[in-house]
């Protein structure tokens, strides 16, 4: 018989979470989902008011805090998403993630948005984390850059050895 996966999900005390009917974070089978979260404190203030960098050390402090309750740190992030509202604003958010993610090194992405429900946000972030993550190690590969910049990994054909679920989908 195969056991059903639990999933947990954790509120905290966002007005945003009750109007909108969400969760903070869900956890789903060794999966942990973070929503959204802009650089909030509890009174409404926008911590780094008009800092790029400093409000994207605050969002994702707050995020990497709703891992927390998992049993989870940053060592377990394995995806960010970073969203802004001005392109000019990308080195220092991408700071900001190097200095927390720089030795995880999780897939990221950052993409400019038209704006947030709150016009002194500067940007919103989520991550995603894996509950099996405790050791972690970076392959690189030497290979052509596409024309968005992303290597592109050699991988084996199906029916070749090392080929997988990865190798199939090629």
């Given amino acids: 018989m195969t056991e059903t996966p639990t999933v947990r999900r954790t509120q905290t005390s966002s007005p945003w979470e ?14 942990v989902i ?3 979260i802009m650089p909030a404190t509890a009174g409404g203030a926008v ?10 050390l605050s969002a994702f402090r ?3 805090g709703a ?13 960010t998403r970073m969203y802004l509202s001005h392109a000019r604003d990308g080195d220092e958010v991408g700071r900001a993630h190097r200095e927390l993610f720089g030795d995880v090194r999780p897939a ?11 016009s002194r946000v500067l940007v919103e972030v989520e991550i995603e984390a894996y509950q099996g993550a405790v050791a972690s190690e970076s392959i ?3 290979s052509a850059e596409s024309d968005s910049g992303a ?11 090392g080929a997988g679920e990865l190798g199939a989908a090629r």
Avoid: N
């Avoid at 911590?47 to 994207?56: I, K, L, V």
């Avoid at 891992?67 to 995806?79: H, N, Q």
């Avoid at 992405?109 to 429900?117: E, H, K, L, N, S």
């Fill in 108 to 118: 990221a992405t950052m993409v400019v948005v038209a704006g947030f429900v709150d």
């Fill in 67 to 79: 891992l927390e309750p998992f049993g989870l740190d940053a060592r377990s992030v394995i995806r």
């Fill in 62 to 64: 707050s995020a990497l």
């Fill in 18 to 31: 009750e109007a909108i009917g969400s969760a903070r974070a869900v956890a789903a089978g060794d999966r």
């Fill in 151 to 161: 290597s592109e990994a050699a991988v084996p054909a199906a029916g070749e050895s």
């Fill in 47 to 56: 911590p780094g008011d008009g800092e790029p960098y400093q409000q994207t």
């Fill in 140 to 142: 690189r590969t030497e």
């Fill in 34 to 36: 973070v929503a959204g």
